[in-house]
């Protein structure tokens, strides 16, 4: 199968799993096994061989799961080494052994990347703006929503590539309420910048930064210094 396009990996509706159903039972699971085993080498190449064999099979196993459940599947490898939040599958190079051991990362992999889109699209549901709400309010909820959902990235296990991550994030969120997916971009681009760097955890000043700057960027009002009357909200929101 062909690579899935950049514009589709910054496009939620691709990867919103209430557009995207995915029954999982032990027959399902089953028989991605048996396609998975299907392509692991007998002998593998190894270092000698620049993984030539191992590399080979994994994108084997993506053309599969990508034709078998559609192109929601697409980060099952994102792996947290490259910035995403998978932790089951690292690369063709590692992840890539015996035909069982193989399977059983596939699959791993594909239910973690899952239930990872899942509560990604719970936070989702939980901090937007409500839709009448006031050019101030929303730029309450903007900022409050880009401080989580950034904490939320970064605590799926993203060390390496951060911005990568929390700008997909963020531009799924911001369309997710309606707006369009260049807008959307072009927003968290000027909230972020270059001011995320791979292999640096930013500090909680810098991400309430980004949230403030998102806020103004997308409202043109600051949001509240003051939050005492929403502390309520804000406890919900920090303990998921």
């Known amino acids: ?14 990867f919103d799993p209430a557009r995207h159903p995915f029954a999982w039972d032990e027959d399902e699971d089953a028989r991605l096994r048996s396609l998975v085993c299907e392509w692991v080498p007998p002998v593998l190449s190894g270092t000698e061989g620049w993984w030539e064999g191992e590399l080979w099979c994994e994108r084997q196993v993506d053309a599969i799961i990508r034709e078998r459940y559609g192109t929601w599947a697409w980060g099952w490898r994102w792996c947290y080494r490259d910035g995403g939040p998978i932790g089951s599958w690292v690369s063709g190079s590692t992840s890539v052994t015996t035909p069982d051991e ?48 950034v904490t939320h990235a970064l605590d799926s296990g993203a060390d390496n590539g951060s911005r990568g991550q929390t700008s997909i994030v963020l531009g799924w969120f911001l369309t997710s309420t309606g707006m369009d997916q260049a807008e959307a971009a072009q927003a968290v681009e000027n909230a972020i910048g ?22 103004v960027g997308l409202t043109g009002h600051a949001p509240y210094q003051d939050h005492r009357e929403r502390a309520a909200l804000e406890d919900l929101h920090d303990r998921y």
């Not at 973690?112 to 309010?137: I, K, N």
């Open 1 to 14: 199968m062909p690579r899935v396009p950049y514009e589709s990996t910054r496009n939620w509706d691709e």
């Open 194 to 215: 270059g001011r995320f760097k791979s292999w640096v955890h930013p500090e909680r000043a810098l991400i309430e930064s980004v949230g403030e700057d998102l806020a």
């Open 102 to 149: 193989t399977a059983e990362r596939v699959v791993a992999a594909l239910l973690e990347w899952r239930v990872w889109l899942e509560r990604t699209a719970q936070r989702f549901a939980e901090l937007a703006p409500p839709p009448d709400s006031s050019p101030e309010d929303r730029s309450w909820h903007w900022e409050r929503a880009c401080v989580r959902l």
